[in-house]
C-alpha cells in the first residue's frame, strides 16, 4: 500500500514537471530567437539611433539577433502600447521616453500604464535638445528671437518631434520662462520635422542635438542656444541658454529599455546584464559622443524611482504653467 502511495506522489510530481518544464525550459535558455526592440518614432531621429546601436550590442551580448522595428505615433503611445500587450517573454522591448511612459499617458486616455505595464530594465542616457532656426529668420541670437516671437505673438510655428515628446515639453517650457507665444508642429519624430524645418515651412525647431548639428555646421540651421548646463563640444560657439540669458533652462531626451510587465525575473536579469555592457562597449560610447550624449546609467530601482520622480515633475510643471500637452 505504501509503494502504491509513492508511486502515485511521483507520478503527480513527474505530472507537475511536465507541465511547468516548457516555461521553466523557455527561461533557461532565453533567448533562442530573435528579439524585437520597438523605436515609438519614426526612422531618423535619436530615439532610431540609439536602437540600432543598443540592438547591436544586446545581439552580441546575448548571441541572439535584436531587430529594430519602428511603430511611430501617438505621441510615442502606439508602440508603448503595442509592448504593453506583448507576451511577457522577454522576446518584444520597448525603447522608452518621457513621452511613452511619462507624458502621452498623463495627457490622454491610453491603453496602458506608463509604469505599471513594464518591466523596466533601466535607463543609459540623455540627449540635450538645442533651438534653431531657418536662416530665413532674420535674427543672430536668443535675445533677438524673443524680441521677433514677442512682436508676432502666435505666428511663428515650431517644429517638434511628437506630442509629449522631450523637445515638445523643452519648447513649452522656453515659452513660458521667455513669455512668448509660438505655434506646435508635431512630427511623427525628428526626423521629419528636419526635412520641414530644412524646406522653411516650419522656421523654429527644438529638438535633439543629435539630429540637427550636421545641418547647423552646414549652414541650413541656425543654432540659437543649446539646452545644457555646458556647451556642445562638437557645436562650441552656441551658448547655453544660461549664457543667452534664460536662465538655468535645460531640456533633453532620456532613454530606457523596458520589456511587459511580469516577465520573468530571469529573463529580464538577463537583459539587464546586457543592457549595462551596452553601455560599456566601445560603440555605444563612440555614438554619444558623436550625438552629444550624455551617458548615465540607472538600474532597475533607480530607474522606478526616477520614473516616479520625473511624473511628480510634469505635474507639477502643468500646474504652473497651465502647459497644453495635447492639442
Not at 518614432?41 to 540600432?52: E, F, K, V
Not at 562650441?236 to 549664457?243: H, K, N, R, S, W
Not at 549595462?276 to 566601445?282: G, K, M, R
Request: with cysteine.
Amino acid at each position: 500500500m505504501r509503494k502504491l502511495c509513492n508511486t502515485g506522489f511521483n507520478l503527480a510530481l513527474m505530472a507537475l514537471m511536465a507541465l511547468s518544464t516548457p516555461l521553466v525550459w523557455a527561461q533557461a535558455i532565453f533567448p533562442n530567437k530573435p528579439i524585437v526592440l520597438i523605436n515609438p518614432y519614426a526612422a531618423g531621429g535619436p530615439t532610431d539611433m540609439i536602437s540600432r546601436v543598443m540592438s547591436k550590442v544586446l545581439g552580441d551580448q546575448l548571441g541572439q539577433s535584436v531587430v529594430v522595428e519602428n511603430k511611430a505615433g501617438g505621441g510615442a503611445s502606439i508602440g508603448a502600447s503595442f509592448v504593453a500587450k506583448a507576451p511577457a517573454d522577454g522576446y518584444t522591448l520597448l525603447m522608452g521616453t518621457s513621452a511613452a511612459h511619462v507624458v502621452t499617458p498623463m495627457a490622454t486616455n491610453v491603453s496602458y500604464d506608463g509604469l505599471k505595464s513594464f518591466e523596466f530594465i533601466g535607463i543609459i542616457c540623455n540627449i540635450p535638445n538645442i533651438l534653431t532656426v531657418h536662416p530665413s529668420v532674420k535674427v543672430d541670437n536668443l535675445k533677438e528671437f524673443v524680441a521677433l516671437a514677442k512682436s508676432k505673438p502666435g505666428l511663428l510655428s515650431y517644429g517638434s518631434a511628437g506630442m509629449g515628446s522631450s523637445p515638445h515639453i523643452g519648447a513649452e517650457m522656453f515659452k513660458y520662462k521667455a513669455g512668448i507665444e509660438m505655434t506646435h508642429i508635431p512630427y511623427r519624430g525628428a526626423g521629419p520635422a528636419i526635412t520641414d524645418m530644412i524646406a522653411g515651412s516650419v522656421p523654429v525647431g527644438m529638438l535633439n542635438i543629435s539630429v540637427v548639428q550636421q545641418y547647423v555646421k552646414n549652414g541650413q540651421l541656425k543654432a540659437l542656444a543649446f539646452a545644457s548646463s555646458k556647451r556642445s563640444p562638437t557645436l562650441p560657439d552656441v551658448p547655453t541658454f544660461t549664457e543667452a540669458g534664460l536662465s538655468g533652462f535645460v531640456s533633453g531626451s532620456w532613454y530606457s529599455l523596458a520589456a511587459p510587465a511580469n516577465t520573468p525575473a530571469v529573463v529580464i536579469e538577463k537583459l539587464a546584464k546586457a543592457f549595462v555592457a551596452v553601455q560599456n562597449s566601445p560603440e555605444f560610447q563612440s555614438a554619444m559622443a558623436m550625438q552629444n550624449g550624455e551617458i548615465f546609467y540607472l538600474n532597475r530601482a533607480e530607474t522606478s524611482k526616477f520614473l516616479q520622480d520625473d511624473t511628480k515633475a510634469m505635474q507639477d510643471l502643468i500646474r504652473s504653467t497651465g502647459m497644453k500637452l495635447m492639442d
